[in-house]
């Protein structure tokens, strides 16, 4: 088990990695990285893989909602930069170890209050001189576009491995979900303490450790309101493709030379 945090070992790592271990897990290694800086995704990516020869689940949990306006290192939305530029890096980079995974998933955690459409491109990424967004996102609209964004990469990496020959690639399934309405820190922070504790929430769970979630259609939203049609249209889906791509200096072509 390979748990990400933005705070130090010392700060956390250690007690984390303890304490899971006396829940069973048989290892359990920390490793630290701030994913509003694409560089140190890029550096994440390399310690995983010096860690493990596999990857049976990955849980794009991160996520963050800045009630005021903030970007990323490279100048990004900072929200937008988290919440789907860092998960877009890291599952390429990590590909070639859940293709050798048992019944590999990839769960990215979406949101019910993800929104209906996205804004315009240069809303949430920096332009091409390197300037940063235009305008003012508010707290919410950020966090809203990036839970959209969630699942629309999830649905369009569902189509990418899918149309894979090689079946360690087809194989691989990509689900999204609403985590449910849970008292986190970033959620008393957006919205006030109106969710239910942190320790029973388990839709996450569902989907990468039970048979409910080996069962569901790879693609698929689960558990709280409804995905937006966006996340389903292909001229959109592959513009939002694009765009991430150049933006993260990532590209899904030729998955097959990654194995």
Known sequence: LIVHGRRSYNDIGSSLTTDLMSLGAPFAHYVQADLSDLNQVEDLSTQIHSMVDKVD??????????PSPHVSVQNHDMTWAVNVMAPFLLTRRLLPLLAKGDEPRII??????QSYQLPSFDKLYASEDGSTPVGFNSGHSSYSWSKLGDAMF????????????????????????????????MLIAGWGACGIPVKKANNTYKLAATEYGSQQISGSYHFGGSVSPDAKNPEILNEFWKVLEKSTGCSYDNLDKCL
Not at 57 to 66: M, P
Not at 108 to 113: K, L
Not at 165 to 179: E, F, G, Q
Request: net charge positive.
């Open 57 to 66: 689940v990955l849980i794009n949990n991160a996520g963050v909602f800045d």
């Open 108 to 113: 990215t955690t979406s949101s019910i209050s």
């Open 154 to 185: 999830t649905s369009k990496l569902a189509s990418i491995l899918s149309s894979q020959s090689n079946k360690r690639l087809s194989t691989i399934k990509c689900l999204t979900m609403d985590p449910g309405t849970v008292n986190t820190k």
